[in-house]
């Protein structure tokens, strides 16, 4: 390396995924939707996962209760907890599914692994427990097959997310910049093949976890799972418009912060390859 050059922080594969990302969530134009492929309609079904609903704390709930609202526009609202995922799984799936969902040690993983199966069999909208609904209208995600997905853009540097006002923006990047997809939202039509790869990408890589350590839950079941994934099926020949970037997401729902479970162990991030244990009830 010649003096005063910086080194890329990021292995060969995961710049060559980052720059994937980059580039379509930067491309101009307006996406086109093939009229063939992408044209039936998403279910308006929102679909929700809480590991232990008897555990649920008051200001997740309340996050949750905030999309009640589009009842009245047509929308089903589903929650599942751990058990009634499970339980679909077995049924939609079969066995290999479910196993690959028992081996997923923190209620992140299984939220992940669960979200990839539903919308894979039924098709709708998955949305986290902790984000809030602002109110904005949704129907036009709904009006097509495509897969809808929100970007994300991290600074190795400042250890803190880059906002999608410099992101998104034509040309914009630096060497500690990491681009992915967020694995919510996740709306799509049933049978979307990058959810179809998501699935069973996380499923193989549940099912090579070495029983000396525990995998990480970024690149087996979350974030990095889907990236890779949605790289591996466009750079096979799907079509990138089988994809729509959600530049905006944030006007229409944010992660609320903060929130009790996120200073103990029901945070992945606190718990990241460390075996969960929820506490007794009476410290919930």
């Known amino acids: 390396m010649n003096e005063g050059e910086e080194t890329d922080p990021l292995s ?41 609903l008897e555990r649920l704390p008051s200001d997740v709930k309340a996050c949750m209760n905030s999309w009640s609202r589009l009842e009245s526009d047509g929308f089903k609202l589903e929650v ?30 299984m939220s992940d692994y669960f979200r990839y199966s539903y919308i894979l ?65 996740m709306i799509a039509a049933r049978d979307h093949p990058m959810i179809e790869r998501a699935l069973s990408n996380a499923t193989a890589s549940l099912e090579a976890g070495s029983l000396d350590g525990l995998p990480e839950v970024q690149a087996t079941t979350g974030p990095g799972n889907l990236t890779r994934s949605v790289f591996e099926i466009i750079s096979e020949g799907c079509s990138p418009e089988a994809l729509m970037v959600a530049h905006d997401w944030e006007l229409t729902s944010t992660s609320q912060w903060p929130l009790s479970y996120r200073d103990d162990a029901r945070n992945w991030r606190l718990s990241n390859q460390k075996r969960y244990t929820a506490a007794p009830l009476e410290e919930r």
């Open 121 to 185: 069999v039924e098709g709708g909208f998955y949305i986290d427990a902790d984000d809030v609904y602002h109110g904005t209208p949704i129907g036009h995600l709904f009006g097509d097959g495509r897969l809808k997905l929100q970007p994300f853009c991290y600074d190795l540097e400042t250890s803190q997310m880059v906002a999608p006002s410099l992101f998104t923006e034509p040309g914009a990047d630096r060497a500690g910049w990491i681009f992915y997809f967020n694995t919510t939202p």
């Open 80 to 109: 599942f907890d751990r058990a009634s995922a499970s339980s679909f799984i077995r049924a939609r799936l079969g066995r290999r599914h479910e196993e690959a969902f028992a081996r997923c040690y923190h209620p992140s993983m």
């Open 12 to 52: 060969t594969e995961d710049r060559a995924r980052s720059n994937f990302v980059r580039d379509l969530v930067q491309r101009g134009g307006a996406s086109i939707v093939d009229s063939t492929a992408w044209s039936g309609s998403t279910p308006k079904r929102i679909v929700q996962f809480w590991d232990d």
